[in-house]
């Protein structure tokens, strides 16, 4: 029996070798992506068992995504293989300078056909299962994914759950004001949102220069019990429905190698920290850490700390060398 369930759309992304514009680019990197594949790789690090639901298309790519996530420990007996669509694709350029582009080769894919089926025969994973993790980005694959999303937070609640949601707007895939309604909807059914200042002020339709707190407190007002706001380089700030405040300062990181999936880093961090019984200082902190250490490889999962790193993060976060 899993502690955690999660589901979404485990894609490919090649990642481009080197930094430049994508014109530019001539070779790229395999790596298995999606956010909440990472947060699942991310909590299985950490010792946590942990399901995912999904599909994936009956080809290489779908293969090479059900051995990464069996061999990091993450359970796929709901992750379905499907014959009438293909794994689907991203690509990323990456910048040493301005936001890098990512292109989506995903529409009609089989991680987006995801349906209500999917999450009903995944219901015995439920039973005995303490958190539910999922994002913004899921629903906007399909109304079907979308569905999907919905009924899981549904089981997770009558099962007990506890729920966790990041926001994780993705313009490419659907308008601010398709994503507001239902990213409200979703934290109304969560205990835990994260998400970051763009991400929430698109949820709350505030002014752009709304402070992180405010922001928290913003998505606790929609009914979360606690909300946490990443801040980058200055770390992250949560609210609590009983009106706690906690800013938590982010690691050092030398030298960013690629900032995609950090922001999933954090969650596995904060996720894992809070099912060990830790306060939510230790948690942000945890989450800071996993996010630091994210940051620091090539590829959303590379550098998602296992114990044992973690340890020696939070240990001495700034030192340079162990010798
Ligand atoms: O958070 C990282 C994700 O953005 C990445 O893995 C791919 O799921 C993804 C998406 O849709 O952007």
Not at 156 to 177: H, K, P, Y
Not at 294 to 300: E, H, N, R, T
């Amino acid at each position: 029996m899993a502690e955690v369930v999660t589901l979404g759309e485990c894609l490919i992304a090649l990642v481009a070798s080197a930094t430049g514009p994508l014109t530019e680019a001539t070779t790229f990197e395999r790596h298995v992506a999606g956010a909440e594949a990472n947060v699942a790789v991310g909590l299985a690090r950490l010792g946590h068992s942990v399901e995912y639901a999904g599909r994936v298309g009956a080809d290489g790519f779908g293969t090479t995504i059900l051995r990464k996530l069996r061999g990091e420990g993450v359970g796929v007996s709901a992750l379905r293989v499907d014959p009438t669509a293909s794994t689907g694709i991203m690509v990323r350029e990456r910048r040493a300078l301005g936001p890098a582009q990512v292109l989506y080769y995903r529409a009609g894919s089989a991680g987006s056909m995801l349906a209500l089926e999917d999450v009903d025969g995944a219901a015995p994973l439920f039973e005995g299962a303490r958190w539910l993790h999922v994002t913004g980005i899921t629903p906007a694959l399909s109304a079907s994914a979308r569905a999907a999303v919905e009924r899981a937070a549904e089981h997770a609640r009558a099962a007990g759950m506890t729920v966790s949601l990041d926001l994780n707007f993705r313009r490419r895939l659907w308008s601010e004001a398709d994503a507001a309604p239902v990213f409200r909807t979703l934290a109304a059914s969560a205990d835990v949102v994260f998400g970051d200042a763009d991400e929430a002020v698109v949820a709350l339709g505030l002014p752009a220069d709304t402070p992180a707190e405010k922001l928290a407190r913003g998505l606790v007002g929609l009914g979360a019990a606690t909300a946490v706001i990443k801040t980058g380089a200055d770390g992250a700030v949560a609210a609590t429905r009983d009106g706690i405040v906690v800013r938590s300062p982010a690691l050092p990181v030398r030298q960013v190698v690629d900032p995609v999936g950090a922001g999933d880093a954090f969650a596995a961090g904060f996720i894992a920290a809070t099912l060990e019984g830790q306060h939510l200082e230790t948690a942000m902190r945890t989450g800071n850490a996993c996010g630091a250490a994210a940051l620091s490889a090539l590829g959303d999962m590379t550098g998602l700390p296992d114990r044992a790193e973690l340890d020696r993060l939070l240990a001495a976060p700034s030192l340079d060398t162990l010798r």
